[in-house]
């Protein structure tokens, strides 16, 4: 990310979103940044660079947070269960 310049940074990261289907959090990771500074970036600055593009990725994290709450619930099936074989 070092080099690129805000617009370009936004654009790479709505390109990435869109492509991957991600979260911000995954998106963050993948692109060595700030959860907040991906989040600013595809909520507010993508919106006066590309509304087109901002569509796009706000549907995909409407549908994100939508399903958040069963990514939820199976890490903590998957900890429980891994934790239930390490005991016995």
């Not at 994100?64 to 903590?76: D, L, P, V, Y």
Request: glycine share 4%; aromatic share 4%; hydrophobic share 35%.
């Amino acid at each position: 990310m070092k080099g690129l310049s805000i617009e370009e940074r936004v654009i790479s990261l709505a390109q990435y979103i869109i492509d991957s289907k991600d979260t911000v959090r995954g998106a963050a990771k993948k692109f060595c940044i700030s959860k907040s500074t991906v989040h600013k970036d595809v909520t507010e600055r993508l919106e006066d660079i590309n509304p087109f593009l901002a569509k796009e990725v706000r549907k995909i994290l409407d549908e994100n947070k939508a399903e958040r709450h069963i990514r939820g619930g199976m890490a903590t099936k998957l900890k429980y269960l891994k934790d239930n074989s390490i005991s016995k």
